[in-house]
Structure formats: C-alpha cells, structure tokens
C-alpha cells in the first residue's frame, strides 16, 4: 500500500478519516480531562496531601506526561508509525486509569499509575495530532480551522467528564471516578477497531510494513523501564524538578542539531516554528493555575452555589469548576473558525503571531478579574459568577494560543521530523506546567498562615493572581513588538515553499 500524505480537498475520504481520529481523541480527552478534574482533590481531600506537595506533584506528573510526546513522535515517525503508536497509547491509557482506581485502596500504586498514563500519553497525542496533519496537509486554511475544531470537538469529551467525574467521586468514591475515565478509552478504542478501514491509508511510513516482533518487545521493555523511573521521580520532588529542567535543555539541544541539519530553504519556517513554539508553551504557565490554584481557590474561596434574582440555579463541586473551560472553547470555537475563514476570504487572515498575541490580551484580562475577586472578597467567598466571566477570557485565550500551536509545527516544519517536532512542543508545555504549579504555590505556601487564621478565603490568592496579570501583561507587549519578525520569517518561509 502507498502512503498517503495528504486527501483531496472536500473529499469525503478526507472528512470520514478525521471523523474517526477526532472520535478516539475525544474519548481519550474524556478519561484524560476526568482524572484530572479529581486527581488533585483526591489527594488533598482523601490522603491528605499538602497544598504545596500536591501541586507539584501535578506539576511534575503534568510535565511528564507533556515531555514524554517527544519520545513518541520519534516512535510514531520511524520505528511503529503514527497510527500504530496512537493505538498502543490508547490502550495503555485505558490501564493506567484503572490502575488509579486500584490506587485509592493502595496508595503505593499512586506514583505508578500517574507512570503508566504519562508514558501512554507521549504514545498517543502526537500521533494523533500527526494524523490530523497529514489528512490536511497542504491546505493552511483549512488546516487550521481543523484543529480549530478538532479542539472544539475533543472538548464535548472534557467537558462531559469534568462535570462527571466530580459528582461521582462525591456520590460513589473516587475508584469509581477513575474506573468511568477508563471505560471511556476502552470505548474509544472499539469505535475506532469499527471504523479502522477509513484511516488504513492515512499514517507514517512505518504503518505501511511489517514491525518485527522482537521491536516489540524491546518497546515493551523500553516502556517498563520509563515506567519505572517515571514513578520512581514522581515519588522524590527534587529528583522530578532537575529532570524537568534538563528535559528542556534536551529539546533546546535537538532543536539546534534539527536547524543546523536543515536545508537553507527549510530555515526561516524553522526559526518561527521556534519563536511560537516558545510562545504558545508560554500559555501553559497559566493554563496549569486550573487544575492547581483555580481549584484551590474555588474549593476554599469559591462560594457553589449560582444565583440569579435571590434564586438558586445551580450548585458545582470545586472540581466541576474546571467545565468552564471546555463549555467556553466549545462555544468559541464555531466563530473562531467562521472568522478565520472570512478573513481568509478577505484576504485579511491574520497570522497565527497575531492570534498569540490577542490571546495571551485576553490570558491578562482573567487574571485581573480573578485578582479584583480575590482582593474583594477578602477574609469570605466570591460569588461564582466571576469564574465563569474569567474562564472566558482565558479559553478563548486558549483557542488562540493553545489551539493553534500544533497548526505551527504542521505550517513550518518538514514532514520528515513534524512528529518529533509536535512531540518536543509538548515537551516544552510541560516545563511550563511545571512552571505554573510553582507560581501556585506563591498561594498554596501560605496555607498555614490561612489555617491559623492570619489569612483566609479569597485574599489568600490575591498576590497570585496579580503576579500573574502582570506576568501576562508583559508577554503580551513582548510578542507584539516581535510581529515584524515573525511577518519577516513568515514571508521567507513562503519564498522559499512557494506551493506549500
């Protein structure tokens, strides 16, 4: 069988084989988006974990499961190919969910199974995320209204998970919890076993022959040992904090060798691939507050129930206040991609360095609504309407950060490393996960003051969310003045690729 490495523009070829990765990562974002709405309070609530200690765990863990793409990009680009590593990162995923659920009976296993689904996350997301590449490749416009709605749709996922997961670890445990997490894998995994035969055409080299079984194997025992060592960090802080940094300094490093090894033509789309990429990791700082400090905040300072006229609406959990997110993507996202396109029509598309730069306005407007609320509320609890008003602003900053930086390798780097590249892209988002659960602990390090009665409610977070407001302030005035930069390797890139 050939390779395909790109479909027809409208075909219905094209649409069915995005139908069917797009419904595999949606139920991986289900389990994925669940645990993680849970996985931060089950151990503050059920073990007993520190504030501090916890985030950054979740730190380390949200690391880990970033950094190790870059590995499997490798794998999906030259050892097992894109789909057979999105396969076999499903499947792993599905175990280390379950063997969560087993963790709540067996805290040993905590570390371990935060092991299992890291090194089952680098298998799966930049596979599957190649495959959207390749099923659009040479068509930008499209190929960013696709991943425009491929994370709109992967959201529908999260979003039904993140309200779901909560409720179940109130009503029947958090083992029940992580057990849903898993069944929506598996279910993922049978409707793509179903509809397989619509992306037979559509993968990396290696999915077209034969893996020997004895590579199996050694990528099984590859896998273990990751595992292993994997746990092994998760359960000693400074360990975890010295991998992560040299992680960073390890794609640094390859991102200097893969420049040198281009071709002159390649370069300039190399360098902005560089410059974004930097960029859009930069999100992540504040994108990780969610599942540390805005969970936090909203457990201890959060007031849950909604009203509107004196009248209760509704009622969330601190956890279900991470829905916000995926809701407000999920009805950003249609007018997002309609106003792409109309640009684009216009001839007035803007360029994704533009897009970063309105976004990362829009990151600055969250956290100044979350610092007014917090210096408001003072020693009490906000009303919950400001997390809906804030979580606008930072998903829709997310849609144009965020969502648009996997279109940034797929524009400017070379089909021959783009896996690599989107796995080292993950990578670098999770230095900067790391990043934003240390900046959360400028909140969580005052707990015992909070717990003496020298700081409680809203105010303790105040301080955070101002350093933060004016972290994104600056990055904001920073990407704006390097615009005529990027407009400059853009135009360079399209010189030298005139047909891409």
Avoid at 56 to 70: E, I, Q, S
Avoid at 74 to 96: E, F, K, N, P, V
Avoid at 208 to 227: E, H, N, S
Wanted: hydrophobic residues 55%; charged residues 10%; positive net charge.
């Amino acid at each position: 069988m050939a390779l395909s490495t790109s479909l027809p523009p409208g075909s219905t070829s094209r649409r069915a084989s995005f139908a069917v990765v797009l419904a595999i990562e949606l139920w991986e974002r289900f389990g994925y988006y669940g645990m993680q709405a849970v996985l931060l309070l089950f151990m503050v609530q059920h073990l007993g974990v520190e504030d501090s200690q916890a985030n950054l765990l979740m730190g380390a863990f949200a690391a880990m499961t970033y950094a190790l793409p870059a590995l499997g990009g490798w794998l999906g680009d030259r050892i097992l190919g894109s789909r057979r590593a999105m396969l076999l990162g499903a499947m792993a995923l599905t175990g280390g969910y379950a063997l969560l659920a087993v963790a709540t009976t067996r805290p040993a296993l905590l570390t371990v199974a935060m092991a299992v689904i890291a090194t089952a996350n680098g298998l799966f997301k930049p596979n599957a995320a190649n495959l959207v590449r390749r099923i659009y490749q040479g068509d930008d416009a499209e190929l960013d209204a696709a991943f425009t709605l491929y994370y709109m749709a992967v959201n529908v996922g999260s979003t039904v998970s993140t309200l779901l997961m909560p409720w179940l670890q109130e009503r029947f445990g958090p083992a029940t919890a992580f057990a849903a997490c898993a069944a929506g894998v598996f279910l993922g995994l049978c409707f793509y076993a179903l509809r397989r035969s619509q992306v037979a055409s559509i993968g990396s080299a290696p999915d077209f022959r034969p893996v020997p079984v004895a590579r199996y194997g050694t990528i099984l025992l590859g896998a273990a040992a990751t595992i292993g060592g994997l746990s092994l960090l998760l359960q000693h802080g400074p360990l975890a904090r010295d991998a992560v940094w040299l992680a960073g300094a390890l794609v640094l490093l390859c991102w200097a060798a893969m420049y040198r090894r281009a071709a002159p033509a390649d370069r300039p789309g190399l360098r902005l691939a560089y410059m974004l990429s930097i960029q859009g990791m930069s999100y992540f700082v504040f994108y990780q507050q969610m599942t540390t400090s805005l969970t936090l905040f909203a457990l201890r300072a959060v007031r849950d129930e909604f009203k509107l006229g004196g009248v209760t609406l509704f009622s969330l959990s601190a956890g279900q206040f991470q829905a916000f997110n995926p809701i407000w993507i999920m009805l950003a996202s249609p007018v997002l991609a309609w106003i792409y396109r109309r640009l684009a029509q216009a001839g007035r598309d803007l360029s994704i360095a533009q897009k970063f730069t309105v976004g990362f306005a829009l990151v600055t407007v969250a956290f100044v609504i979350w610092w007014l609320a917090a210096l408001a509320g003072g020693t009490g609890r906000v009303t919950p309407w400001v997390m809906v008003l804030a979580y606008a602003a930072l998903s829709v900053g997310e849609l144009l950060v965020g969502g648009l930086g996997l279109a940034v390798i797929a524009r400017y780097v070379p089909a021959s490393i783009s896996a690599f590249m989107m796995g080292s892209y993950f990578l670098a988002v999770g230095v900067a996960m790391y990043v934003g659960s240390m900046m959360a602990n400028l909140a969580a390090a005052g707990r015992t003051a909070a717990t003496s009665g020298a700081m409680e409610g809203a105010g303790l977070y105040a301080g955070l969310f101002l350093r933060l407001a004016e972290a994104a302030g600056g990055i904001t005035v920073l990407f704006a003045l390097l615009l005529p930069l990027a407009r400059t390797w853009d135009r360079q890139h399209a010189a030298a690729h005139p047909g891409a």
